[in-house]
């Protein structure tokens, strides 16, 4: 069912844990579903320089979860904001159609983070920061209003 | 590595005895048993012993058997065989709200064919009340389907009681056996049921092969048009190696259940036992007693089923979950949502259903291995707080 990739995700997961003081938080996901992911970063001058991840879910939550914070290590805030669901997928080289929807939870978590993050911070919002909320997470920003 | 196998309730290895039985069956005595010479008549010869032997495992007459193709068509025949054939006396149906898919879909199906569906809730152990059966009774009921035992949680239905109500008010009643004939005892005349539903493959027999027991004078509608062979009751060639393998696996039960019930019950006993001392945080689901000898089915918070098998599934251990992430229709069981649990304790449920080939040792390898599984998850939970 699971590509190597994902097992190895799945069983040896990168960036997992608390941290103390996060700069945003990112919490997604309904019990209902049966997965709930929560994304902690630190950012400085935007860009996450430390992001960790807690999930509660099943094999590919776990997984994207684990890539989605591999991937943006390092990144710029406008970087990060333009990972997709299908990058996370592609980088674990595919999910099954019935477990897409996990790539989408991580995605949103993310972007659920550096929303928190620029809340507390309007000062580091800018333009193209702004823009790129419109367009890439334009769902997550129907939820909020 | 050694694969620790227990998901016996999802389906079981055929017994070597079994397997034996069947080989002839394949290549030297094929016949078609329809035919008229030697070789059908050593097939249909083959059929009709078999049909002896898993009549005499629950206590019918032999023309009261009719060989499926599973027990799930078994399932299928009852439901929509009574209803269809006694559509001018009603159109009312009572069942539970655990069955398993077959007969619930089934339900459904007959509930867009102008039949009505009662489906009776359970209490938190997934029990249902007879007096709710007899409540639900109207003039109009026609059939009351309850399984024996269920398939997720092991609960065992006062299947005795609820068919006492359905003989009083004139109703048929079938039960769905498949889990239980076998394993504990599965009488048609002790349960008073006029109909039953059977699978091979439960019982250490091959899959593809079930079967229906019919009560002599039930007014029933064949399921499969066509050749007359089931005493014109399923049209098919006969599965005759299948069938073979079935008879044999009766005739092995007949022998073993006894005694294999007795230290099945034992071991599943110390699963129990040995899983609510070094984990916290969980909650066994059905009946602590009336519960089948081999079913353990688990809910452990904060964390989810899926990943937990996974896990498992790297130490050789195979089990399966009730989690929604690890169906296709991406729902949680409806049999734990049923008892009442909350839809994440219903995502972090496990079940380990054991069988004749289960040691100690291994028993004993899970208790040594899935708390060190389920703390390394619940460190990684956000729903976890130490």
Known sequence: ?145 | MKQIYLDYAATTPADPAVVQAMLPYFHDAFGNPSAIYSYGQEAKNAVEEARAKVARLVGARDDEIVFTGSGTEADNFALKGIAFANKSKGNHIITSSIEHHAVLESCKFLGKMDFKITYLPVDGYGMVDPQDVKKAITGKTILISVMHGNNEIGTIQPVGEISMVAKEAGVYFHTDAVQTVGHIPADVKELGVDLLAMSAHKLYGPKGVGLLYIKKGTIIMPFLNGGAQERGWRASTENVPGIVGFGKAAELAVLETDSEGARITRLRDKLITGIQKNIDHIRLNGHPVQRLPNNVNISVEFVEGEAMCLNLDMSGICISTGSACSSTSLEASHVLLAIGLDPVKAHGSLRFTLGKWTTEAEIDKVLETLPRIVGKLRAMSPLYKN
């Open chain 1, 1 to 145: 069912m699971y590509s190597a990739k994902v097992m190895d995700h799945f069983h040896n997961p990168r960036n997992v844990g608390e941290m103390d003081n996060p700069d945003g938080t990112g919490h997604v996901g309904n019990p209902v579903c049966g997965d709930i992911m929560e994304i902690y970063i630190k950012v400085k001058d935007n860009i996450i320089t430390d992001v960790k991840f807690k999930t509660f879910g099943c094999g590919a939550a776990i997984a994207t979860s684990s890539m989605v914070t591999e991937i943006v290590k390092g990144m710029s805030l406008e970087e990060a904001l333009k990972i997709s669901n299908k990058t996370v997928a592609e980088a674990l080289g595919g999910l099954p159609a019935v477990k897409m929807h996990c790539s989408v939870l991580a995605e949103e978590a993310l972007s659920s983070a550096i929303d928190d993050y620029l809340a507390k911070n309007p000062d580091k919002n800018t333009d193209a920061l702004r823009k790129l909320h419109k367009t890439q997470h334009a769902h997550s920003e129907e939820e909020s209003e």
